[in-house]
């Protein structure tokens, strides 16, 4: 038994001495670099400190609930004017970062430029921002992206939001559901809409197929995207989620547009 035990841990050193190799020649073969704008760093997919520290970083304090920052520190209880006036369908969303400058950067890297790498760390990132949502109801808790169409599936050949779940799940060992939500319908570009027009152009596009709803009944849903903007979309999916019986459903995306006057109390 001992000898055994020893061939183990002979075998599990020199796994782990050729995994360290094989990193150093990668390095040396294709040097890391910032994940914005591609200067030399010591590790892959991350930011150098000018890069990190241009990154608005969404940290409390924020509203409990929407999870949009204040300018300053009302109290942890303290619930936007907005989600009183307009509660959410969902239970509680959660950003990494003001959508600006290198946040949307990086969002149209991994959107738009087949950056698909990136996913690794800002699902990091996402798992942080959420990270309380995980303890709420961990035995039922499953990881859902907000789906596209299948026709912009084909156009853009990767769901943005489907990596970054798959991230999320991988990193917190939670089942990923990709196929529980789906969009029934083709809509417009969000983009250049105003919040009704957004609204509008989501509603009724998303559906939990019938078989499926035994998956989503009484689980504890964290819903991924990459950009919120004005939560229209989040809304839609979060609604059908509940038709189809979800117990709680959160929000976590890797950046949120923040309007001029959203961050007062």
Known sequence: MMRQEMLVSKIEGVRQGMTFLMHAIGNLIWPPVCANCGKRIDAANHLCGTCWQSMHWIDKPYCPISGLPYAFDVGEEIISPSVIVDPPVYDKARAVALYDDTARALVHKLKYYDRTDLARSMGQWMVRAGL??????????????????????????????????????????APYLHDCLVRRRATRQQVGLNESERASNVRGAFQVPLPLKGKIAGKAIILVDDVMTTGATMQACARVLRQAGAAQIFVIVFARVVEPGQMTI
């Open 132 to 173: 309380e949502f995980f303890d709420e109801n961990p035995d039922q808790l499953v990881v859902v992206p907000v789906p596209l169409h299948r026709r912009r599936l084909i156009g853009r050949r990767y769901n943005q939001a489907a990596l970054l779940a798959k991230e999320i799940a991988a990193q917190q060992k």
